[in-house]
């Protein structure tokens, strides 16, 4: 699957609670209300950050995540979208978004330890994570999903509460320079205890060589992780 995936700042004046109110209820039906019946998006969810205590403001409100069958039909929403028949939609982002903060990522999504698709939606961890110095970016795909994925699917499943583990790995966009991200991780879990006990567990020594085994690929200076609430539309 072909996702965009757009990292958000609420409007400077909004409270977190307004932003994801008007995002939810106001944006995303004007969407589905103007979108041409010929464009068909597989997938549109929500995520709304979650502040944690002690860890100051998230550094993003919000991502949105798009997702297409094939790059021909997101070629055409994006078409669409950046034309007259989307400026309904631009216009209405600037109600509640800070367009200068935005971050947004083209990717291949890969799917390592499926979800239940009748699952409810519930609490999801997203980093956005850069290669680390000298690799090149098929280096750092390649490594990810051939090295790090196996391991991964070897202990995960002793963590408690997984429920999902994705990988997204950034595609280049015509213009728009080098990714901010170079992948996108996504793990799903029941709800805040369900992450805070596979936290626990992962700084521990049972996550201690999927730790170690990061520091081959992944520049952990830039790393960016949200905890979210998941708002799936189309799943």
Same mark, same amino acid.
């Given at each position: /699957? &072909?996702?965009?995936?757009?990292? $958000?700042?609420?409007?400077?004046?909004? $409270?977190? #609670? =307004?932003?994801?109110?008007?995002?939810?209820?106001? !944006?995303?039906? @004007?969407?589905?209300?103007?979108?041409?019946? #010929?464009?068909?998006?597989?997938?549109?969810?929500? !995520?709304?950050?979650?502040?944690?205590?002690?860890?100051?403001?998230?550094?993003?409100?919000?991502? %949105?995540?798009?997702?297409?069958?094939?790059?021909?039909?997101?070629?055409?929403?994006?078409?669409?979208?950046?034309?007259?028949?989307?400026?309904?939609?631009?216009?209405?982002?600037?109600?509640?978004? #800070?367009?200068? +903060?935005?971050?947004?990522?083209?990717?291949?999504?890969?799917? &390592? &330890?499926?979800?239940? =698709?009748?699952?409810? #939606?519930?609490?999801?961890?997203? %980093?956005?994570?850069?290669?680390?110095?000298?690799? $090149?970016?098929?280096?750092?795909?390649?490594?990810? *999903?051939?090295? !790090?994925?196996?391991? +991964?699917?070897? &202990?995960?499943?002793?963590?408690?509460?997984?429920?999902?583990?994705?990988?997204?790995?950034?595609?280049? /966009?015509?213009?728009?320079? =080098?990714?901010?991200?170079?992948?996108?991780?996504?793990?799903?879990?029941?709800?805040?205890?369900?992450?805070?006990?596979?936290?626990?567990?992962?700084?521990?020594?049972?996550?201690?060589? @999927?730790?170690?085994?990061?520091?081959?690929?992944?520049? *952990?200076? $830039?790393?960016?992780?949200?905890?979210?609430?998941?708002?799936?539309?189309?799943?």
């Amino acid at each position: /699957m &072909i996702k965009i995936i757009g990292f $958000t700042k609420k409007k400077e004046g909004l $409270t977190i #609670d =307004e932003f994801s109110r008007y995002w939810q209820e106001e !944006h995303a039906p @004007l969407g589905f209300e103007i979108l041409p019946r #010929d464009i068909r998006i597989a997938r549109y969810v929500h !995520h709304y950050a979650v502040p944690m205590e002690g860890l100051g403001e998230p550094l993003f409100d919000g991502v %949105a995540e798009f997702g297409f069958d094939d790059m021909d039909m997101f070629q055409k929403w994006f078409v669409w979208f950046m034309s007259e028949g989307g400026r309904p939609l631009r216009d209405d982002e600037q109600n509640f978004m #800070d367009s200068s +903060a935005a971050v947004v990522v083209m990717v291949e999504e890969r799917v &390592i &330890i499926p979800g239940d =698709e009748d699952r409810p #939606d519930g609490i999801k961890l997203i %980093a956005g994570v850069k290669r680390k110095g000298g690799l $090149t970016l098929e280096d750092f795909k390649n490594y990810w *999903h051939d090295k !790090h994925a196996p391991l +991964a699917l070897k &202990i995960l499943p002793k963590a408690p509460n997984v429920q999902g583990y994705v990988h997204n790995y950034a595609l280049p /966009m015509e213009g728009m320079g =080098e990714p901010a991200f170079d992948g996108i991780g996504e793990i799903w879990f029941k709800d805040l205890d369900a992450f805070f006990e596979s936290t626990q567990w992962f700084m521990g020594d049972g996550g201690r060589p @999927l730790r170690d085994d990061e520091e081959n690929f992944v520049d *952990h200076t $830039t790393r960016v992780a949200l905890i979210v609430k998941e708002r799936s539309f189309i799943r």
